[in-house]
């Protein structure tokens, strides 16, 4: 059964090679462009002008933290919240997690279960793709940082600690984790992936926003907890904060908890 369950991985993760690796190699030039962004602004000593003219909403938001952005660190841990960044990935993490439900609109898991196998391998199957693809992708952006920051950068620029880059990296994938498990979950019981897919992106949208109202806006602010972006504060990284270890309990611990729900479901569901 295991070696089934691998010959399925392998076969979605050839389908998804191309976009993968594009997204991968896409985002790795990013980061390393953005040591050669803070570089620039270093050499012209514009980290100062940068945060005079940050608008005081954006201050309330970012917290105690917002001058800490505006540093060489700041810029480079940028690319590891950015909010295309923080689209795509979360998009990947979706696209990959709906695979179930299209092969159920598409009637290919007819053929696969006609296979001496279980739907639990087909589950399984999509959480070995999800986490190889999502760590090539993590791979090549702390590659392109480390790249950036090795060979093409001053030595006496105050570079960002280590511990820095891999915490954004795991706080980056926790988030990842969060939505792909949530969208397994929708996907498990949906019959067409447009329809899970759709529903999964909504949802990240409209708890994005709302985690951004409650930063900024105080009536929002309790309410802004059931969004699983409360509990992803890069910002407050960068400021010298640790990661913290409750904010990661709730990140995984949701993704787990939503890809346990779709085991079950999928395994008593009509197909």
Known sequence: MKRVTLVLAAHSLSRIRVMVFALGLLLAAFQFLLT?????????????????????????????????????????????????????????????????????????????????????????????VFVVSSTFVLGAMLAGTWIGLTCCTPADAPRPPARLILSLAANLAALMVCWSGVALALAASARRRAVAGSAAGTAALAAYLLDYLGRAWEPARGVSVVSPFHYFEPAALVGGQPLGAWNMIVLVGTGVLATVIAYVVFSQRDI
């Open 36 to 128: 050669q962004v803070a570089q620039f602004l270093l050499r012209r000593s514009a980290f100062g002008q940068l945060s005079a003219m940050m608008p005081d909403f954006v201050r309330s938001a970012a917290g105690p933290s917002a001058l800490a952005f505006m540093s060489f660190g700041g810029i480079v841990g940028f690319g590891y919240f950015h909010p295309i960044v923080l689209a795509a990935l979360v998009s990947l993490g979706i696209a990959i997690a709906t695979e179930p439900s299209a092969e159920v609109e598409g009637r290919f898991v007819d053929l696969t279960l006609a296979r001496p196998l279980t739907r639990s391998n087909l589950m399984t199957r999509t959480v070995i």
